[in-house]
C-alpha cells in the first residue's frame, strides 16, 4: 500500500511527482488560475490575480520547523519573513498578511507568546497589517507541537515570473545554505556559533523596482535549497545555467557542517538570501547596489542556449577542480528536516 | 506553568480570551486593518481589503477533523466549503482559492487522492480556480494524520459586516446541530443514518445580492455552533437576541444523539446552514426564496434594543416548557472535538 514518505515533502523531485499526480494533473487547465492572471499552471512562489488594472500577489505556506527556536530565530520569524519573501520575489509590496496556528494540546503559552511576538515584530517594524487568521488546538495524541500557515497579500505593476534568458548572470545575495547549516546542528548536536539567515528580504523591493523587466527571476531558496531553484527555472525556461562552485559564498562555519554530516550546500535552505538571474548589462550596478544595502552578492554563474545537441533545462557546475557535473534537482530525504 | 488545553480550541470564550492575550492586545490598532478595509479589528469569518473601489474578501482556515472521512463528507468537503461559505458569508463571490496541505508520514497516498478529489470536485462544479498551495511532509512522531488549511479570496461590492438591528428576524437556512452530531455519534460508536450538512452555500449568494443592506448579518455557525454566533453578535452591536426554543428546526436523528450523549445542538458544529440575521419587512419573502432553492429555512427568533436595566449582548432562548435561560457562549472542552 503506498503510503507517505518524509521524502515526499522535500521540495524536489517526490514533492514534483507527487503533487503532479494527486493535484496539478487533475486541475482543469481552466480552472489553474484567474483570467490573466497566474496559477498553479506555473510553479513561482505566489498566484497572480488581475484585478482593475492591480496585480495582487497571494502566496501561502505552512511552517513546521524542528526546534521552533533556534540560534538567529524562530518558527514565528520563519512563518513571517518566508511569506513576506514569497511576496517580495514576486516583486511585490505587501499589503497585508494572515495566520493560521495549528497547536497541539500541552503547548507552553509563554512559548506561544514569543512566537507571536517575534511574528509581530517583524510587521511591526514593516508596517504590515494582521487582517485575519484562525487558530485551532491538536489533541497532544495527534500532534506534537505547532504548525503555522501564513497568507500574504501584496500589490506590484510588474511580476517577476522567472523566465531567466540567456547571458543572464545568477547572482546570489548572500552566503547560501545557513539557515539549513543551522538546523543541521542543531539536530545533529554539533556546537556551533553559527546563527539562521533568517530575515525579510523587504529591502530588495528598491532592487526590484529600479532595475524592472531587467529581472529576469529571483527566489529566496528554501526548501531544496539552491540546487531545487536552479533546477525549476533551468526546466521551465528550457535553458542551461552554468554555476561556478568557486563562486558561490559559503561561510566556513557552514563548511565545517556540512564536513562533518556530508550534507550538500547547494541543497539546504536559505531563509533571507536570494537568487537573482539578471541582464548581463545590470550587474555590476545590481551589485554595488546590494552592497549599499549591506548584502553581501556574488555572481555565481550565467544562464546559456543550450545547443541542439546539448540538455535543455538542466544546471551545470564547474567544481573548484577544474571538472563539470550536473547539479541535480534534490531527491530522496530533506536532511536536516528543515520544515 | 501554563500550557495550551484543548478549550482553548472550542471557539468559544476560552478561545477569546487566548487570542485576546497572545494576539489581539499586542497588535497595534492601525495594524489590525489595511486603510479603510476590514480586519482582526472585527470578529468576522473574513477580512476585507480595499482596492481601487473593488472589496476584495481573504479569509483563511486550518481543517483537522477526526475522523477524516464521515458520513455526508470528507475533511477535503469540509475545507473547500468552510472557506467558501466564509466567502458567501460575507456577501462575497469566490473568485480563487488556495491550499495548504500538511501531511504525516504513512498517510496513505490513496485517501490523500480521495480528499484532493473531494475539493476538487467542488471547485470544479462552481468554476473556482485554484490558483496556489503548499504542501509539507512531518514525520510520524510528530504527527498523525492531515491538516488541510485553504485561503479564499472573494469580491463583493457590499461585505455583510454582521450587524444586528433592533427588530430583525433571526432565521436559520435549515436544521441545526447536524455536523457535530454526525462526528459525535461516530466518535462514541453511536449507530446513525444521519449525514453531514457539509456543502458549499454559493446559492445564498443570489439572495445576499438580491436583499442587499435589508441583510444585516449572515455566518455560517461551524466551531461553537448557534450559541457562538449569536453571542458574537449580540456582544458586537450590544443588543439583545431572544430566541424560541421550539422554532429551532433540529432532526430527529440529531436529538437523539444529542439525548445519548448529554450535548447541546446549539453547540454543534454546522457546515452547510447558515444563520441570518434580516430586516423584518423580507422575513416572509426571503423565507420562500430560500424554500425555492431547496433550503428549510425557519424564523427562530429576533433581535431587541435592550432596555437600561437590562443585560446588552445577550442571548435569551424560551425554552419549550415557558421558561426563558440565558444562551451562554460555549465553554469548556469542544466535545466532540469537530476541528
Known sequence: MDTILISHGNGGRETQHLLQQIIFSKVPEQLKQTIGGIGINYPDDGAVINLKGDKLIITTDSYTVNPIFFPGGDIGILAISGTINDLIMMGASPI????????????LISDLEKILESMLSILKKYNIP?????FKVMPSDSMKGIVINTVGIGITEN?????????DKIIVTGPIGTHGAVIAAMQ???????????????PLLRIFNKYKDKIHAARDPTRGGLASTL??????AKKMIIIEESKVPILQEVKSITEITGLDPFVLANEGTAVLSVSPDIEKDIIKDLESL???PSTIGYVTEPKDWENKGI?????????????EMPTGDIV????
Do not use: H
Request: hydrophobic share 45%; charged share 20%; net charge negative.
Open 96 to 107: 497585508a498578511m494572515l495566520d493560521s496556528i495549528v497547536v497541539s494540546e500541552g503547548f
Open 130 to 134: 494582521l487582517i485575519g487568521g484562525d
Open 159 to 167: 511580476p517577476i515570473i522567472d523566465i531567466v534568458m540567456p547571458e
Open 188 to 202: 545533529y548536536g554539533i556546537q556551533t556559533s553559527l546563527k539562521s539567515d533568517v530575515k525579510p528580504l523587504i
Open 231 to 236: 533546477n525549476e527555472w533551468a526546466q521551465l
Open 294 to 296: 549591506n548584502f553581501q
Open 315 to 327: 544546471v551545470i557546475t564547474k567544481t573548484t577542480i577544474g571538472g563539470v557535473k550536473i547539479l
Open 336 to 339: 536536516p528536516r528543515i520544515c
